[in-house]
């Protein structure tokens, strides 16, 4: 399982250091793609197999259900860290995610989140988690 929050910088060839409490359970490789709220996504190999498995379970006469596959599955990417535990983020993720210098990675249970400091401070505003936490017993989760 992954949490935690970590601040690190992306260089200027888009390279970035995986934090090593995540290297460990990622692994030598990986997949990166783009997220939800304009983050992006990193899944082990094994949890990016159950995730694209559901996927690939989406009716594909549901036009929705086709959108939702391609944006996850177009963006998608086996990444490998080097040496120094960095990983290059394809171009495409980094300008769909608007990562420039700094950056924030977040363990979220199965996966990792990569945001743009600037877009993970206005996401990671918790004002309203009482509503919120109201809400989830919809979704089957009391606390």
Known sequence: ?????????????????????????????????????????????????????????LPVANKNARKFARFFLSGAGEVELDKQGRILIPSTLREYSGLEKEVVLIGVANRVEIWSKSKWEEVAVMDDMDEIAENMDELGLSI
């Open 1 to 57: 399982m992954f949490m935690g929050e970590y601040n690190h910088t992306i260089d200027a060839k888009g390279r970035l250091i995986i934090p090593a409490k995540f290297r460990e359970a990622l692994g030598d490789s990986f997949v990166v793609t783009r997220g939800l709220d304009e983050c992006l996504f990193v899944f082990p190999n094994e949890g990016w197999k159950v995730f694209e498995e559901k996927l690939s379970s």
